[in-house]
T-cell receptor, first 113, second 113 residues
């Protein structure tokens, strides 16, 4: 068990409300990632972090922001949720099995009504 | 632009037979390839990987083949077991440590007892 905890695991919200998803790791790994999984699109990278306060955009970053104030926590924020952001969100870390091998959390299912 | 493609959304195989999952990529900068397995309501788990300097990597019942000239890789599962029923994602990254990982759209494998 790589010690990755995502919260909440399930959330239903309404369009226009802010939402924050949390990823917590106990492994002290430098690199953390947020992906979303959608039918027909697989897993797509939203944002990633390579250290405290060091973050960068992935391929589908519009409408999302992230923060990393501590090594162990990586937060994903939807400032104003839209129905297109209904998805399953996965946090991942790298370095457990190799630099480019990701270890994923269990996922957070978000429904935006 | 889908840089990693899995053209078969689903595959059904009889228990005991071989399962072959295929993946194509377009980015010639990719040189490290991975397969992940995902059960419902769980995060993807790393299965097997291969570097571009190899054309085959084996781990028990799982073998990955890489054809760099064709930009094609495949995952062979022999013999297939009902517990192998899951969604399989192909993924790719560049060289060096901590590169961004790009995923395919996934193939849902059903192994029929």
């Amino acid at each position: 068990d790589a010690g990755i905890t995502q919260s909440p695991r399930h959330k239903v919200t309404e369009t226009g409300t802010p939402v924050t998803l949390r990823c917590h790791q106990t492994e002290n790994h430098r690199y953390m990632y947020w992906y979303r999984q959608d039918p027909g699109h697989g897993l797509r990278l939203i944002h990633y972090s390579y250290g405290v306060k060091d973050t960068d955009k992935g391929e589908v970053s519009d409408g999302y922001s992230v923060s990393r104030s501590k090594t162990e926590d990586f937060l994903l924020t939807l400032e104003s949720a839209t129905s297109s952001q209904t998805s399953v969100y996965f946090c991942a870390i790298s370095g457990v099995f190799g630099a480019n091998v990701l270890t994923f959390g269990a996922g957070s299912r978000l429904t935006v009504l | 632009d889908q840089q990693v493609k899995q053209n078969s959304p689903s595959l059904s195989v009889q228990e005991g037979r071989i399962s072959i999952l295929n993946c194509d990529y377009t980015n010639s900068m990719f040189d490290y390839f991975l397969w992940y397995k995902k059960y419902p309501a769980e995060g993807p788990t790393f299965l097997i990987s291969i570097s571009s300097i190899k054309d085959k990597n084996e781990d028990g019942r799982f073998t990955v083949f890489l054809n760099k000239s064709a930009k094609h890789l495949s995952l062979h599962i022999v013999p297939s077991q009902p517990g192998d029923s899951a969604v399989y994602f192909c993924a790719a990254s560049g060289s060096g440590g901590y590169q961004k990982v790009t995923f395919g759209t996934g193939t849902k494998l059903q192994v029929i007892p």
